[in-house]
């Protein structure tokens, strides 16, 4: 291939200097006459009969040499960039130019210019600074795209000038679109087994095999600053016993059905979802982790303004009906809140929010929970108030809420029956919280220092009550708290007294509970390390924890069947202590429990527990396989009986993989309870041994599948006798199942 324009000028140039070195020797051509750089002959020595200049026959004959190649010396190569007008994304039928880094001269040739692969130069219209792709043209294909200019010269050669991205929209008008789908397929059930004694009818189903299945779908589309999001899950079983709404709909109960979804729309902090969301807000009284199907909005003004609102059911809702969560109007309600950032150049420094809510729910109970129900009413109010200091050392957060509450008229329930009214209540509920750091960061020696000290406050009044949060009412709590983090070893502790019957009725019996607890963890090995700072393998981690708890009744409550042998008058004592060590693949661990409930009301002074365990683990583990062994024995004081029980309890385990993707697991438990008096005794062993088998493989760059295969073995019984009343009670069982498991993802 001739090699033209820019690529010739190396060439030419070599060649001139070369002619010039010739042209130096002299004369005469001789090449041993020619003087390297750095020789010390004399340069103005006469040779071959004259002084060494350069003559005037030499210039003539470089002349022509220079004058062609300057032009060539001065022609810049050619570059090319794309323009978007500033846009990082360009629309599928939109227009972007490839500008050229110098105009095209005749002797350049011609551009041409390929998309995603495809030759689309005939498609590009000349201008100025290079060529643009005209919009309302052809189609660009979606997603991140190479560009690639080229410059073909007069003889037809491509040469690549430059390779560019262009990044184009989805068709919908995107920037970028993610899918992340996920399907689960179960097959799974019993092989073979048996129960003695014979399990009653219609209470056993025997072996069987069941398809269960969910399908899980996340998206998510952005454009700029605005993005919509969505996500689904759907489950199915064969076996109605397992379909979601069992519960509540029985034998119509959908097999396959819709578990949860959410669709979203943002726009930096402002959004709207419908489906499965939570409320924005933390009110402790009033809605703090409720969450349920409704309509939900977000909308920052300015930067300290923050308006949300909604409307959801007030029962957790699944399945294909009642998509909104609101179409029942007499089981939803409608919430706002308006929040204010006092100091926006420092969010949370001072944080005001404002929650109002009204609502109803219909006596019908969620999916999964089963309870007797009634028809409820509640409008409330709240207020809560988030502050820390610019360092995070000192923390507020305090809240205040008031509620109306009534139980309407419930046909279902009163069943035609005249009953008494419940009166309509309104009732308050308040928090506060303080904490602070009194040492932060602090360093003593090498090793940093934490102290924190926390003060809170709790009461909710008698009878308080909203359609979506239910705390425990009649209550006041107040406590201290002090936390200590010292390198690696840390020290908790707390006292908190609580009191109820604060409406202080005559005829409801007043107690007050005081509790005290201490934990404790302080890692030998670490803080005693060895002069590399590795952990000492033969020093323990040590973890302590006390609880002491006081209940006293503080009254006797009038017309009623209290005495003093009812009031509440009791001490109780928790330890638990443990250490462990861990010395290459050997773990170790020793563990002490000791519980002692001390009654002190009168006439039962006697009516005392005292228990003590202790226990051993002993564990080995390598890339291939693990073994542990765990013991325990506690001994049982009924000191108002007389009686002592010894429990002992002894559990193996052992995991094996032979192979990548293969494990094999078996599990040993035995326990044995019996009294000193041998007058009882419950023993129950059980075994189980299991093994599985995964498998994943790629199906495209994008997806992947992956196959999971279970095959188990089971066994348990008990013998449980009291000689007292003449029971005697023997259960075996054994069962054989299966699982296999279909993922693409």
């Known amino acids: 291939m001739r090699v033209r324009g820019l690529r010739a000028v190396p060439t030419r140039l070599a060649r001139g200097m070369h002619y010039l070195r010739q042209l130096s020797v002299g004369e005469g051509g001789s090449d041993a006459s020619v003087r390297s750089f750095g020789s010390t002959e004399n340069p103005h020595r006469p040779r071959n009969g004259g002084p060494l200049v350069i003559r005037f026959g030499l210039v003539l004959r470089l002349l022509p040499i220079t004058l062609l190649s300057l032009p060539l010396l001065a022609q810049e190569p050619i570059t090319a960039t794309l323009d978007l007008g500033g ?51 052809l189609s660009l294909p979606s997603g991140e795209k190479e560009v690639v200019v080229y410059r073909v010269d007069e003889t037809g050669t491509w040469n690549e000038l430059s390779k560019l991205t262009l990044k184009v929209r989805t068709v919908a008008g995107f920037d970028k679109v993610e899918l992340t789908p996920r399907l689960d397929v179960n097959l799974k059930g019993t092989l073979s087994g048996r129960k003695t004694p014979e399990p009653e009818p219609g209470t056993d189903r025997g072996n069987f095999q069941d398809v269960t299945g969910q399908l899980d779908v996340n998206a998510r589309a952005t454009r700029g600053t605005l993005a919509v999001t969505g996500a689904a899950n759907v489950q199915g079983s064969s076996f109605r016993g397992e379909a979601i709404r069992f519960g509540t709909e029985q034998d119509s109960a959908p097999l396959v059905d819709l578990s949860r979804y959410v669709v979203g729309v943002e726009d930096g902090a402002a959004r709207l979802q419908v489906g499965h969301v939570n409320p924005f807000g933390q009110h402790r009284h009033l809605m703090q982790g409720f969450g349920s199907r409704g309509i939900l909005g977000n909308l920052p003004i300015g930067k300290v303004l923050e308006v949300s609102a909604g409307a959801l059911s007030t029962t957790n809702i699944v399945g294909w009906s009642n998509i909104t969560g609101i ?39 969620s999916f999964n929970t089963g309870q007797v129900t009634d ?52 009732r308050n509920a308040r928090y506060a919280e303080l904490s602070g750091d009194i040492v932060q960061g602090a360093t003593v020696g090498k090793t940093s220092l934490t102290v924190s000290l926390a003060l809170k406050h709790d009461r909710v009044d008698p009878l308080f009550r909203t359609v979506v949060a239910a705390p425990q009412a009649d209550l006041e709590k107040n406590g201290v708290f002090l936390s200590a983090q010292f390198g690696s070893a840390a020290l908790q502790a707390g006292f908190e007294r609580s009191e109820d019957n604060l409406a202080e009725l005559n005829s409801v019996l007043k107690t007050r509970t005081d509790s005290a607890t201490g934990q404790l963890a302080f890692p030998f090995d670490a ?58 693949k050997v773990r170790a661990a020793y563990r ?22 202790n226990g051993l683990g002993l564990g080995y583990a390598t890339t291939a396989f693990d073994v542990n062994l765990d013991g325990n024995f506690e001994v049982a004081n009924n000191i108002e009986r007389s009686r002592i029980e010894r ?84 259960t075996r069982t054994w069962l054989i199942s299966s699982a296999v498991t279909l993922s693409l993802f």
């Open 327 to 365: 179409e029942t109007s007499t089981n939803r309600l409608f919430f706002g809140q308006l929040a204010a950032e006092l100091v926006p150049s420092a969010p949370g420094t001072f944080r005001l929010e404002g929650l109002v809510l009204d609502g109803q729910r219909d006596p019908a109970s």
């Open 592 to 613: 002490l429990t000791y519980a002692d409930q001390d009654n002190r009301q009168l006439t039962r002074e006697n009516a005392d527990f005292i228990q003590l365990g």
């Open 87 to 137: 846009a990082e994304f360009v629309s599928r039928r939109g227009s972007f130019e490839v500008v050229l880094s110098r105009p095209l001269e005749a002797k350049d040739g011609r551009i041409a210019i390929l998309v995603a692969n495809e030759d689309r130069t005939d498609l590009f219209v000349k201008t100025p600074r290079g060529f643009r792709y005209p919009a309302n043209g």
């Open 527 to 584: 803080v005693f390390a060895r002069a590399d700072g590795t952990p000492s393998p033969w020093l323990p981690r040590l973890t302590y924890a006390l609880q002491r708890t006081k209940v006293l009744g503080l009254s006797i409550p009038d017309d009623g069947a209290f005495g003093p042998p009812q009031v509440p008058d009791q001490l109780n004592l928790n330890h638990t202590g443990s250490l462990e060590w861990t010395i290459d």
């Open 647 to 730: 429990t002992r309890r002894l559990g193996v385990n052992a995991n094996v993989r032979p192979l990548k993707g293969l494990s094999l697991t078996t599990n040993y438990q035995d326990s044995r309870t019996e009294d000193d008096g041998a007058s009882s005794l419950n023993q129950s062993r059980t075994f189980e041994a299991f093994g599985t088998y995964r498998l994943e493989w790629k199906i495209s760059t994008a997806r992947s599948m992956a196959a999971q295969i279970l095959l188990r073995y089971a066994y348990q019984d008990s013998h449980a006798e009291d000689k007292v009343f003449q029971l005697l009670s023997d």
């Open 375 to 426: 028809s409820e009413d509640s409008q409330a109010l709240a207020l809560r108030l988030a502050a820390k200091t610019k360092d995070n050392r000192l923390r507020f957060d305090g809240g205040f809420t008031r509620a109306r509450f009534t139980n309407p008229n419930d046909p279902l329930l009163s069943q035609g029956t005249s009953i008494v009214a419940v009166n309509e209540t309104t």
